[in-house]
Each structure stands twice: as C-alpha cells, then as structure tokens.
C-alpha cells in the first residue's frame, strides 16, 4: 500500500508540473496591421507591446506586422489571438466574429470616439485652391482605394456633404502605402489635392522635416482631434479579439490593456461607444458591410423600395374601388333625390370614405402590432404543454409502468390549463383588438405564480434554483391573462439571465403593503452598469437571444402602462439584476367583477 501510495503522489505531482508547463508555454499572437510611416503616437504600438509582455507573464506575447489584405485572412482562418487596426478595418471584420476590447488614447487624441481624421491638403502657392468645393473637378492623389485613413474617410466626407465621389474628381491617382512619395506628387504638382491622415503633417515638422511652408490644408475644422484636418472624426485605432480567443484570456488582456498608465510617449488605453460614425461611412460610400447596394436585382429593388411598391398597389386598389363606389354612389343618388339633397349626400358620402380608409389603414397597423404580441405569448403555453408531452415521451420509453394514473391526471390537469391559457390569451387579443381589456378584476397573484414557477422547474429541472417566497390568495385588481404574460416575462427573464452566472438562482417574492402588492424577481447574472440598465429594453424588436422576438420587455411596459403603474429595474450588487412591480390591492368594496379567472 505504501508504494501504491507513493506512485500516485509522484504521478499527480508529474502531472502538476506538465499542467503548469503548458500553461507557461501559452503565446498570444497579436497582428497589427502595416500604417504608414512616420508612425503617430496613437500607431505606434511597440509601448503596450512592451507593457503586455511584462504584465501576462509567464504567458508569451507576440506581435507581427500584416499588410490589410494579410491580416484579414489571419482573422478569417484563426490563426492570430488578437490585433490592432484602425476602427474602419475593425468594423469590417465584424462578421468574423470579432470583438472590440479597447480605443488607443493620446494626448492629441483623448476622445477615444474622436480620435481618427483625414485632411484634403495641396501646394500653398495654390490659390484657386482653399475650400472643398474648389476641389471639384481637379485631380486627387492617395494611398490605396481600401485605406481607411488615407482614401475612404476622405470619399465620405464628400458624399456627407451631398457630392458623389465617384465623380467629384476629374482623375486619381494611387500610391499604395507610401505617405511620403504622395507628398512628392503633390509638391511636383502632378496631382492638384492630396488626402492624408490627421497629425500626418505635424509628425513630419516634429521629425524636423519641414513640409508645412510647401503645403496646405484644405478647409481646416476644429474639433477633438488636436491636428489639422478636413474631415469629421471617427473612433481611433482599435484592439480587438478574434474567435478564436478564450473568455479569461480576453478579460486578462483587457484588464491589462485598460489599467496601464500613460507611456512616455502619451499612449494609454479607454474605450470608444459610438462605431455608428464608421457605419455611416460605409453606408455612404456602399463599400465593406454594404457592397452589396452597389448590385442590383429584383429581390434588392423590392427589399429597397416595397413601401413605395405597396403605396402604389394600395393606391391603385385603392382608386379603383373609389371609383366604382363612387359611381354607384352617384348612379343611386341621381335616381333618388332632387338636384340640392343629390350635391349634399356626395360630400357626406366622400367623408365617410376618407373616414373608412383611415379607420381601416389604423386596424392594418394595429394587426400588425397584435400579430407580434400573438406570436411572442402564444409560444408560452405551446412550450408548457410540449415539457409536459416531453417528460411522457421520457416515461414511456424508459418504463411504461412508470405511467401511473396520476402522472396522466397532473398531466392532462396542466394540458388544460395551458391550452386554457392559450385561448385566454387569443380572448385577450380580441379584445385589444376591439378595445375591450377589462382590469378590475379580482386576480389570485399568488396561484399565478405558483403555476408559472411549477412549469419553469419542469422546463430548468437541474440548472437554475427557484427561491420562492409569497403566501396563497393574495388578490390585486388586473386582467388575469395579463398578469400571467406579465409574470411570465418577468420570471422568464430572470431564469435566462441567471444562466450567465456560475450558481444560476432567481428569487421571486409578494410583499403586502398598505394598499399595494410588491411583485420583486432578482437573479444571478453578468454584472451591469447603470447606463446598461437603463438602457434595457430600449431596442424594440431586437432580441440578444436567438430565438427572441425582443418584444418582452416592450410586453412587460405595455401591461404596466395599462395597468397605471410601471417597473424598476435595478443592477444587483454581485451580478444579475432585481425587478420590482407594484399593483393594487383589490378592495371588494371598489369593485363589481369578481370573477379571478375572466
């Protein structure tokens, strides 16, 4: 036994050791991207390369220079951890799955939202040159037609300004990367305007390389950026992870990243919130993300123009059904009534058309608005009744014994009332749809959420804890299937947030006070700013979930408005988020409706 017990120590403690040799062994392999020389402060990425290899160690870090065109495929086929681009070059890889970890800062450049421009520059002695209308027509020298500092940001600055890009220019001419043989072209005079980065110029003067009494900038503006520039600013230089790039290993480096203290040279690291900007410039230009507006075909010209399509076709349907009304109007009238009570039954007849067509345009939009709320609560009770059929599959293949009696008796008690719930909720969309929801009406809160909380532990038997704390035949005053969709949400939301959390657990409590009821759901979660909360449930119609309508919380706001109350929502101290809800209690005295399942 002694020597059993010795091999084991020794192979646990090789084991160890090879453990903490891989480990040591790990290398992130960063790319950055090649930008012209003279490097800027904000370019110039050897003062972080040398702060990252002393802060992750025992953990390797490397860094290699690509082309545009190389990196790009680096981050297509996996093969590099993180890199570091301009934002205009970030926001393409966008599909590849990357994610953007910090905004480069300096003291030329502290907005990190504003930290990237161009400037229009030509010869000083030209003096039929000096606002950007006057480029109009000449010839314009730049680096490569994909560069983002020196070619795009300058064509979408034109196409803001209403000109068209493709033709502002009577010619241009590209040089590839070199910053300094476009100045020659420029001081040679074989091209009349060039486009360059900001800063560009003021690095050349700091190098003692005196170019500012030859050239000059084009329509100088003030802003953020402390250089001359022509151009609207966008984010600045961007790192970034790809795919590829484990959770820990990503917040290590951000943490890192976003802790470091200015270097001798100005450049530390924050965050930019606002990519909208490069959008727009793609957009503009149709390039990146949109290249594909620069292709036409049929399913493009109905996706773009379908409301001017279905105007048309309502319009034609529209007239032509006028029309035949009209006439039938007048046919009628003509036969019945004298000339005077003829004129006066048209204008009367003319208004209630107008009438009829606003009223039934108002039902098209409220259909569709219905037709969503259908679609979102409706799989509510379709998912209960499919756990239950779910866990009978389950019995009968594993033992058909096993179905006992009382198992189908639970089991069809729950059928009925899922699919009760399912034609209360099509009821209520009836009513809405004719304005007839009803709430003052005596709801048992408490059995609602003893059935919702009964079918969310069949649905997350195992992965999420439950605490529950109300007492039974606690009444308010509502609509029941509303208050049913509305827990619903509330208790579905806080289960799926937990799931982020290491211990998923959700909390859900009925509190009486004087003349109210507190409804309170807390969850385990990711940890969320204030901003981040407020922010929730802002983006109507757009789900993080995959299978999400994203109209819940616009389902959970829509009840609460109607109800004459509404919810706090705040960020939970260690993660998660806690919910609160207060309805009025119901008073017998105040109300008529008594019936809690209507």
């Not at 970034?240 to 990503?250: E, M």
Request: aromatic letters at 10%; one cysteine or more.
């Amino acid at each position: 036994m002694g020597l059993i017990r010795f091999t084991f120590i020794l192979f646990l403690t090789f084991f160890s050791c090879f453990l903490f040799a891989e480990e040591d062994q790990k290398i992130i392999k960063i790319g950055l991207i090649h930008f012209s020389p003279p490097l800027s402060k904000d370019m110039d990425f050897s003062p972080t390369l040398r702060y990252l290899q002393k802060e992750l160690k025992p953990w390797k870090v490397e860094a290699k220079v690509y082309s545009s065109a190389n990196l790009e495929k680096a981050i297509k086929d996996g093969t590099i951890d993180f890199f570091y681009a301009s934002s205009g070059f970030f926001y393409r890889m966008l599909p590849f799955g990357v994610r953007d970890i910090a905004t480069v800062v300096t003291a030329e450049k502290p907005v990190p939202n504003f930290g990237t421009a161009g400037a229009f520059i030509t010869h000083r002695d030209r003096s039929d040159i000096n606002s950007i209308e006057d480029m109009k027509g000449k010839t314009l020298v730049a680096n490569y037609e994909s560069a983002f500092h020196g070619y795009r940001i300058g064509m979408a600055d034109l196409a803001l300004r209403g000109y068209d890009p493709n033709t502002f220019f009577k010619n241009k001419i590209f040089v590839g990367e070199s910053a300094d043989k476009l100045l020659t072209v420029i001081l040679d005079k074989k091209a009349d305007v060039g486009f360059i980065r900001a800063c560009w110029l003021e690095e050349h003067e700091l190098q003692n390389i005196a170019v500012m009494d030859k050239i000059k900038v084009i329509g100088p503006r003030a802003g953020p950026v402390r250089c001359l520039h022509s151009t609207r600013a966008y984010p600045n230089n961007t790192f970034a992870s790809t795919r590829i790039v484990n959770h820990d290993v990503a917040k290590k480096v951000s943490a890192a990243l976003l802790s470091m203290k200015p270097s001798t040279n100005g450049q530390y690291w924050s965050l930019a919130t606002d990519f909208k900007p490069v959008d727009d410039l793609y957009r503009v230009l149709k390039a990146g993300p949109y290249e594909y507006m620069n292709q036409w075909s049929l399913r493009r010209f109905v996706e773009t123009y379908w409301p001017l399509l279905a105007v048309l076709v309502l319009a034609v349907f529209g007239l032509t059904a006028h029309s035949w009304r009209a006439q039938q109007l007048v046919d009628k009238a003509k036969a019945e009534l004298l000339d005077a009570e003829e004129k006066r039954n048209k204008l009367q007849k003319q208004a209630q058309e107008l009438t009829e067509r606003m009223e039934a345009q108002h039902k098209l939009n409220l259909v569709s608005q219905l037709s969503s709320v259908f679609a979102h609560e409706m799989n509510q009770p379709l998912a209960a009744c499919q756990y239950l059929i779910d866990g009978l599959k389950v019995l009968s293949k594993r033992n058909p014994k096993e179905l006992k009696p009382e198992i189908l008796s639970f089991s069809l008690e729950n059928f009925e009332k899922e699919l009760n719930r399912a034609s209360s909720i099509v009821n209520k969309v009836r009513q809405y749809a004719r304005k007839q929801a009803c709430r003052n009406q005596q709801v048992d809160i408490s059995d609602c959420l003893a059935e919702i909380i009964q079918t969310m532990r069949v649905k997350y038997s195992g992965k999420v804890q439950l605490n529950v704390d109300f007492a039974k035949e606690v009444f308010i005053e509502g609509d029941r299937v509303e208050i049913e969709i509305l827990i619903w949400n509330l208790v579905k939301n806080a289960i799926e947030g937990s799931l982020e959390s290491s211990n998923p657990t959700v909390w859900i409590s009925l509190k009486s006070l004087k003349d109210q009821i507190n409804l309170q759901v807390s969850n385990t979660g990711r940890v969320f700013t204030s901003s981040e909360v407020e922010n929730i449930g802002k983006n109507y119609l757009k789900s993080s979930k995959a299978e999400g309508l994203g109209i819940g919380l616009q389902v959970i706001k829509s009840i609460l408005e109607a109800m004459g109350t509404s919810m706090k929502m705040n960020a939970r101290e260690g993660g998660g988020l806690i919910q609160s809800v207060l309805f009025t209690k119901w008073r017998e005295s105040d109300n008529d409706t008594t019936d809690p399942r209507n």
